[in-house]
């Protein structure tokens, strides 16, 4: 530990930071003693809380992406001997998707068949550890039952995109088919920020699966995969080990509630007791929509003008730690894969975006990310691919991506080939292959043909066939 000696350098950087004419100094000052404020992967050595302390320094520090990278090649295992073999019903998956109530233990959902289908066979197999080394991009291999396809990579990821969309689904109006993670008040009274996001289940108690979705976390962070899960700052700082606050961070989880208790410290007495009248009691309704009491007893004690802030400070602590268990598991899940180093040198937000990927999917960026072969530059299939692409939505282009790639997040390069027709002007849909992540680019009569068939595959063709079903029946 690094004991007065790191608050030595604290103070000692923070003075130095006082001075613009001593930043370039700073920033050589920092740099040098990076890699003595950084231990190694040592569990032994404690939570890093002085490291903490210089938290907010470490962006300006040159060293700090060799450090992430080689805290991570100390840390990785050889790749596994074999390769698990998983036999993947996504039409079950679907179904359950669909309607949960059918099927209440998940046994169908993606995530727990491969869940499941990892398991060791007996006791003498190791289970896997994920700390493989970043060129190892597949994981598992797929057979996914009644489709076609040969796994060799775009299968897997497929699955990593589905377990995905089984835990946060991107559409608001799909039931949620696992009971991991709820959705946020925000997203289920359409206000405040990040109405898209969720939190984890407060009252679910499967802390090995909640371990698990962490170690995936984990592998994402350390290979070129993502994990989409759309959770908020709330969750991702506390993943990190950052201080969480209730007014900057759990405005994004319940704006609502955030206001009426800054509205209720403020009232008058006259005004609270018009409100609240003897309605109010010591209980508090959390993101599952749980009613828990305060205090012993709470849900028959009234609260008065003179409780308030005992209440208003009570509703904060039991909202911000609703679900600390379920978060400490994915963080023993994650500190599995990497090291406590990596997450003290990382912020959140890099946290996240090393997980997830980037959400924007901008044409600007799949321009730099697609190659186009066997087309002339004034080819008018690459006009009217861009502009079916300038039209689309970003949740469209990351559903495209999905469709060729496997992934629904950047970065992810695309390679482009005339389909077998040729210059022959088509409606077929278009093919590809996500092994590869190739598509088969049609010649379409028009850039708004061309926008409907590309729009309707990325949505529809999640069988990875080319016909117009889905799903054969």
């Known amino acids: 530990m690094l004991g007065s000696w790191g608050c030595y350098m604290y103070a000692k950087l923070f003075s130095c930071s006082q001075s613009l004419s001593t930043h370039a100094r700073f920033i ?9 404020l950084v231990p190694a992967w040592d ?25 992430v990278a080689q805290c991570l090649r100390d840390s990785e295992s050889s790749k596994p001997s074999f390769m698990p073999r998983l036999y993947i019903n996504r039409r079950l998956a679907m179904e359950h998707r669909a309607c949960p109530s059918r099927d209440p233990a998940c046994k169908n959902a993606v995530f727990t068949q491969v869940y499941e289908g ?15 080394p970043m060129r190892y991009d597949q994981w598992w291999e797929c057979k996914f039952i009644a489709e076609g396809i040969i796994d060799q990579g775009g299968g897997f990821r497929d699955s990593l995109a589905d377990m995905s969309e089984e835990l946060c689904p991107s559409s608001a109006d799909t039931p949620v088919p696992l009971p991991f993670f709820v959705r946020t008040a925000n997203q ?20 090995a699966k909640y371990e698990w979705i962490g170690q995936l ?12 899960l759309a959770l908020p700052g709330f969750v991702w700082k506390q993943l990190s080990g950052e201080e969480v606050s209730w007014s900057k961070d759990f405005p994004a989880v319940d704006s609502v509630l955030v206001k009426l208790l800054e509205v209720m410290e403020g009232m008058d007495k006259e005004t609270f007791e018009f409100k609240f009248g003897k309605e109010l009691t010591f209980t508090t309704v ?15 004690i009234v609260v008065g003008y003179g409780d308030r802030s005992r209440f208003i400070q009570l509703v904060q602590k039991a909202r911000l730690e609703e679900s600390k268990e379920q978060v400490a598991a994915m963080q023993a899940g994650l500190l599995k894969v990497v090291p406590q ?10 946290l996240e975006k090393k997980v997830c990927g980037d959400p924007e999917v901008t044409v600007d960026a799949l321009r730099k990310l697609t190659r186009f072969e066997d087309f002339e530059p004034s080819d008018s299939r690459v006009q009217y691919f861009w502009e079916a692409l300038n039209n689309f939505t970003n949740e469209d282009r990351s559903r495209f991506l999905r469709f ?22 088509t409606d077929a849909l278009p093919e590809s292959s996500t092994c590869s992540s190739t598509l088969f680019l049609p010649h379409y009569a028009s850039a708004k043909v061309c926008e409907e068939k590309l729009r309707y595959a990325a949505y529809n063709c999640v069988a990875i066939d080319t016909d117009m079903s889905p799903w054969e029946e």
């Open 28 to 36: 050589k000052i920092l740099d040098s003693v990076l890699h003595h």
């Open 341 to 350: 180093a990596v997450l003290d040198l990382l912020t959140w937000q890099e």
């Open 286 to 300: 959390l993101s599952d929509q749980q009613v828990v009491e305060l205090i012993p007893g709470g849900a028959g």
């Open 118 to 132: 990892l398991k060791p066979s007996d006791k003498y197999e190791k289970p896997l550890d994920y700390r493989w």
């Open 188 to 207: 289920g009274n359409g206000t405040g920020e990040a109405r898209d996001m969720y939190v984890p289940n407060p009252s679910c108690q499967d802390f």
């Open 217 to 228: 976390m984990g592998a994402a962070l350390r290979g070129k995969e993502f994990l989409v």
């Open 404 to 425: 060729v790639t496997g992934r629904s997040r950047l970065p992810a390069r695309i390679y482009i080939y005339p389909d077998k027709l040729g210059y022959e002007t």
């Open 43 to 67: 569990h032994t050595l404690g939570t890093f809380s002085e490291i903490k302390q210089v938290k907010q320094f470490l962006l300006l520090s040159r060293q700090r992406p060799g450090l």
